[in-house]
């Protein structure tokens, strides 16, 4: 029987982190729960979402969760031995809109709040979860406050399931490596 795990996969924009997520999920046995994140906006995103769609077995079940996941985790998990969340980034994007005009540090103490909520949730129900996510912070300082407190949010979101998760893929260019059991430990410093 295979070790449940989470699992985070992250990575730039068309990096090829979803479709290495798929393919992992995919490796492993069981019954598979896609937890679908993004909203419709326009025929753009409606033509990515398909596309996605057309990539997933017929034989994974679809869930399409927006926002309140916590809401619906014991469902999912007792429908499914492999979970994959795809993504983080969109999820806790509709977080922020959700929580306009909110205190900024309210909002992130917030969200990681409801991170450890859905990683507790999976933990406890014994699924492996896998979870894509965007790494945001390599790119310039953004001019508006709503794009800085966003890639501040989801900074700390993805330095928060990275601590927890057991594994850490990162894709460039669509080439993936684990990155967890490299990183560098620095030995506390005591004052």
Not at 68 to 95: E, G, K
Not at 111 to 127: H, Y
Not at 161 to 185: F, M, N, P
Request: aromatic letters at 8%.
């Amino acid at each position: 029987m295979e070790k449940k795990k989470i699992i985070l996969v992250t990575g730039g924009a068309r990096s090829g982190k979803s479709a290495f997520a798929e393919r992992y999920a995919a490796a492993l046995s069981g019954r598979h729960a896609y937890v679908a994140t993004a909203r419709i906006f326009d025929q753009e995103m409606a033509d990515r979402i398909a596309a996605h769609r057309r990539r997933r077995p017929p034989s994974w079940q679809t869930w399409e969760v927006p926002e309140d996941l916590p809401s619906v985790m014991d469902r999912i998990c007792q429908a499914a031995d492999v979970v994959l969340v795809d993504c983080l980034t969109l999820y806790f994007s509709n977080y922020l809109f959700a929580h306009d005009g909110e205190d900024d540090d309210a909002v992130i103490d917030g969200a990681v709040a409801e991170l450890q909520r859905i990683m507790t949730a999976f933990r406890r129900a014994g699924v492996t979860a896998i979870f894509v996510t965007n790494e945001l912070g390599c790119g310039i300082v953004p001019m508006e406050h709503v794009s800085r407190l966003y890639r501040d949010l989801i900074g700390r979101v993805n330095q928060e399931a990275a601590a927890e998760a057991d594994e850490v893929y990162l894709s460039v260019c669509g080439l993936t490596i684990e990155v967890k059991h490299q990183a560098v430990r620095l030995p506390e410093v005591r004052g």
